[in-house]
């Protein structure tokens, strides 16, 4: 199956630096990523879907100014979680997918976020 | 709102026993079931992944089926080992949404040596 690299795998920051998730798709194009968040002992929730080249559409309760995302290729797309609060430790994981009717999505492996 | 529920949320089995996991879900119009695996503080593995035209799918010791019509899919594990013990996650992807997947809340598997 096709590759989605997700980096890092995990990241400690202090509270109220930002911090970047990066999501790639290694073999394929993506025109369309989603962001998904795990609380402990949770399932993941969508965050925000992502097309390549627009701005994303997040979902009910996610505050679009904190959790940043960019779409600037058909390759990487970028979470970036402003002004990071301890609340917003959490596992974060993306998948992509070419945004064609049914097709596959691929998720990448996630990332720890840990803020002290 | 396609919603997913699986069941039970924990399950506690001596190696050895063959095991089931249950997954419903409220709108069969989906594209894909597809059932991960995730180890406490790791990201998903995928396990098997399921094609609504499919019924079933296996992979060495596991095997999941699909029933669209009652909104429901299993994986059943067999002979269960330690090394099994994981979260197990099912993501259903609706037919009319390119890539978007609703996971239900994972069912913890513990198997005891």
């Known amino acids: 199956g096709a590759v989605v690299s997700q980096h890092p795998s995990r990241v400690i920051c202090k509270s109220g630096t930002s911090v970047k998730i990066e999501c790639r798709s290694l073999d394929f194009q993506a025109t369309t990523m989603f962001w998904y968040r795990q609380f402990p002992k949770q399932s993941l929730m969508l965050m925000a879907t992502?097309?390549?080249?627009?701005?994303?559409?997040?979902e009910q309760g996610v505050e679009k100014d904190k959790f940043l995302i960019n779409h600037a290729s058909l390759t990487l797309s970028t979470l970036t979680v402003t002004s990071a609060h301890p609340e917003d430790s959490s596992f974060y994981i993306c998948s992509a997918a070419t945004g064609a009717p049914n097709t596959e999505a691929f998720f990448g492996q996630g990332t720890r976020l840990t803020v002290v | 709102k396609q919603e997913v529920t699986q069941i039970p949320a924990a399950l506690s089995v001596p190696e050895g026993e063959n095991l089931v996991l249950n997954c419903s879900f409220t709108d069969s119009a989906i594209y894909n079931l597809q059932w991960f695996r995730q180890d406490p503080g790791k990201g998903l593995t995928s396990l098997l992944l399921?094609?609504?035209?499919?019924r079933e799918q296996t992979s060495g010791r596991l095997n999941a089926s699909l029933d669209k019509s009652s909104g429901r899919s299993t994986l059943y594990i067999a002979a269960s080992q330690p090394g099994d013990s994981a979260t197990y996650l099912c993501?259903?992807?609706?037919?009319?949404?390119?890539?978007?997947?609703?996971f239900g809340d994972g069912t913890t598997l513990t198997v005891k040596p």
């Open positions: 992502s097309n390549e080249g627009s701005k994303a559409t997040y």
């Open positions: 993501a259903v992807k609706v037919s009319t949404n390119a890539g978007k997947s609703t």
């Open positions: 399921i094609q609504s035209s499919q």
